[in-house]
């Protein structure tokens, strides 16, 4: 069956550090795997899309890493900030459909 | 740029009535746009894919005769929950794509439903 799994449901980290999120699916080919930012009661923000054929995606103190062997992708936070303090969803279409499906989330807490 | 907005944000209806919740694409045109429920520390599940002027394909286990979906113009979708029932009861969030050549969503605020 198609999973997606996002590390563990809680990371909490001090202000100034990098914070690193894991995504892992099975049975999915994505074209594109997206991430996405959700604060508590309010919709999914859109942070960063990297393509099958990117090793490496960057934006300002974002980067995402896919592996499309090992079936993973990376989203680190450099530098964090309490501001930062939030949900973190990984999404993947399959095979290039329009279409997406996520993962749990986790959720990022910045201590000051 | 692609700013979405529901409406309402918070809706409390009894059960057996109709709730009906709008969708819309404020600064683009929207081709395409998805119906989501979500239950809390749950993950985002899609209910329909909805485009403009042809009929929603819901997801399945989604039953279409409860949850209408309508998606009239380029920038407005409805969802209506007909005849609720407490375990409707969710956050309901839209999101639309339609920017050409592009595969990110951009989501509306979501729609909390409580069904009394």
């Known amino acids: 069956s198609q999973k997606i799994e996002q590390n563990s449901e809680a990371l909490n980290i001090q202000e100034g550090k990098t914070a690193t999120l894991t995504c892992n699916y099975t049975?999915?080919?994505?074209?594109?795997l997206q991430w996405y930012r959700q604060d508590p009661g309010r919709g999914p923000v859109f942070l960063l899309l990297?393509?099958?054929?990117?090793k490496e995606k960057r934006k300002e103190r974002l980067k995402v890493t896919f592996d499309t062997t090992l079936k993973q992708s990376l989203f680190h936070i450099t530098a964090s900030q309490p501001a930062d303090s939030a949900t973190y969803l990984c999404?993947?279409?399959?095979?290039?459909?329009?279409?997406?499906?996520f993962g749990a989330g986790t959720t990022v807490t910045v201590r000051a | 740029g692609a700013v979405v907005s529901q409406h309402p944000s918070r809706v409390i209806c009894k059960s057996g009535t109709s709730v009906k919740i709008e969708c819309r694409s404020l600064?683009?045109?929207?081709?395409?746009m998805f119906w989501y429920r979500q239950f809390p520390k749950k993950s985002l599940m899609l209910m329909a894919t909805?485009?403009?002027?042809?009929?929603?394909?819901?997801e399945q286990g989604v039953e279409k005769d409860k949850f209408l979906i309508n998606h009239a113009s380029l920038t407005l979708s409805t969802l209506t929950v007909t005849s609720a029932h407490p375990e409707d009861s969710s956050f309901y969030i839209c999101?639309?794509?339609?920017?050409?050549?592009?595969?990110?969503?951009?989501f509306g605020p979501g729609t909390r439903l409580t069904v009394t």
């Open positions: 999101s639309a794509s339609g920017l050409a050549g592009t595969y990110e969503q951009y």
């Open positions: 049975n999915y080919s994505p074209a594109y």
């Open positions: 990297i393509r099958e054929n990117e």
């Open positions: 999404a993947l279409d399959n095979s290039n459909d329009y279409k997406l499906s």
């Open positions: 600064d683009f045109q929207a081709t395409t």
């Open positions: 909805s485009n403009e002027g042809s009929k929603a394909t819901y």
